[in-house]
């Protein structure tokens, strides 16, 4: 019986689904990423359901909606709970994380997070775990793991991105001549603000020659600070970008890339300006959208490569990394694998006609929205989403992929606004959601 495939999941911080080369962004060069999408599969609708650090990392770990495991900003994931390492270890694979965790609860108004400690038994069973909770300074980085007499805490060298990329590459190297399959996760904080690379990928990028969205409104403030910040997020993107090709360089060197699939997406977007907003935890495109590439991999069992556009959810990741492997998805996760649209031999399969999008509860911060919301983005490309009790978004994104036409209040629309709702109360039922919705 030949060696299972190897797994490694990469993804960077407020990294949004538009900021790509391969998604046609003129301020921004990621030719790394661009030939893991030509080669692999896109997902070029793929979105962050709970547009926000901590719940997102909480679905993903556990492959379960976050207002049941992580529905706020600071929220600890039960230790008790299984996750996507658990699976994978029961399947006999070497488990391990590199990089920002923030799903251990620690407040950041008491002590920088930096310094808060992971004990091993919140770790999300990893066999092996380099990490931290939190961590915006991305020149300051620091690191602990390991337990007992053999724990460390220690300053990273440098720039966090280099850094936890070079320690994920001497990981690989480890695992290179060991039987035992691997399932890896790097994250690094990056392109989340504040907005800095190292000089080298910061020059290239001038505030007055970036190219704004067109619904960023043009109000001078807003159109300052919108250029200034992504010249700094591009930067950081490119390195990023970089540092994916010197990952897939390693396994090639190894001889991993054959047989190990790597995924690259985020987990969740930055408005930068649009529509007036900056940040996350809006339902709108710039925040919601993220990257999703499966590459690498066995090309034997490629499915056709391309672009897909399902409406994948950060709860699906897990499954579908499982679903890669040939390993069917436990229970107790929520989510649909879609690892039929990369492999032959596996059935696609049923999946969802929509998303789910939610805030369950806010953080509060500046430019954040200060409500709890639910919505839905559907297959066939309509957004619908809601406060309490009040119709709040409506867009057709077929023809308004910039949603300047919002819609949820036009007496035009009150039959697809019924439908798309009948199809989110089914969602809040479903997932054992609760939410008061808005009269039909």
């Not at 046609?24 to 030719?31: E, F, I, K, R």
């Not at 650090?53 to 994931?77: D, E, M, N």
């Not at 054959?258 to 977007?269: I, P, Y």
């Amino acid at each position: 019986m030949s060696k299972r495939p190897n797994v490694i999941w990469i993804f960077g911080d407020q990294h949004r689904g538009q900021s790509l080369g391969y998604m046609g962004d003129p301020n921004v060069s990621t030719p790394h990423l661009n030939r893991l999408a030509d080669e692999g599969i896109t997902f070029t609708r793929a979105v962050a359901g709970f547009p926000l650090c901590s719940p997102f990392r909480g679905a993903l770990i556990s492959g379960q909606y976050p207002h049941r495991v992580t529905p706020g900003h600071q929220t600890q994931l039960d230790p008790s709970l299984p996750t996507v390492a658990t699976a994978f270890n029961e399947a006999g694979y070497h488990t391990a994380w590199y990089g920002k965790w923030h799903i251990d609860g620690a407040q950041e108004r008491e002590r920088r997070t930096a310094m808060h400690i992971i004990p091993p038994e919140r770790r999300g069973q990893f066999k092996k775990w380099i990490g931290y909770e939190n961590n915006a300074p991305q020149f300051d980085c620091w690191v602990h793991g390991g337990e007992g007499e053999e724990a460390f805490h220690y300053r990273l060298p440098g720039y966090e991105t280099d850094a936890l990329t070079d320690l994920f590459i001497e990981h690989l190297r480890e695992r290179a001549g060991e039987e035992e399959p691997f399932f890896a996760g790097l994250s690094v904080i990056p392109p989340h603000d504040p907005y800095h690379a190292p000089p080298e990928w910061m020059v290239r990028h001038i505030p007055a020659r970036v190219q704004l969205r067109p619904n960023v409104p043009n109000i001078p403030r807003i159109v300052e600070r919108a250029r200034n910040d992504l010249a700094g997020y591009h930067a950081m993107i490119e390195n990023l970008d970089w540092n994916v090709g010197r990952i897939r360089a390693a396994l090639e060197e190894l001889g991993l890339y054959e047989n190990t699939h790597v995924l690259f997406f985020s987990d969740h977007g930055d408005m930068h300006g649009s529509h007036g907003q900056f940040r996350k935890t809006s339902p709108w495109e710039e925040a919601l959208r993220i990257p999703f590439i499966i590459g690498g991999g066995p090309h034997r069992y490629h499915h056709d490569s391309g672009f897909h556009e399902v409406p994948v959810n950060h709860v699906d990741i897990a499954p579908t990394s499982l679903g890669l492997c040939g390993l069917e998805a436990p229970a107790w996760m929520q989510g649909t694998d879609y690892s039929g649209y990369r492999l032959r031999d596996r059935e696609i399969g049923d999946v969802p006609d929509s998303a789910y999008l939610q805030t369950v509860v806010p953080t509060m911060h500046g430019h954040s929205v200060d409500r709890p919301w639910r919505g839905i983005v559907t297959r066939d490309n309509w957004k619908y989403a809601v406060l309490e009790g009040q119709p709040w978004l409506l867009f057709n994104l077929n023809e308004d992929p910039y949603e300047q036409a919002n819609h949820a209040h036009n007496s035009l629309y009150h039959a697809e606004r019924r439908r798309l709702q009948a199809r989110l109360a089914e969602w809040i039922d479903h997932t054992g959601d609760s939410f008061r919705l808005p009269e039909p």
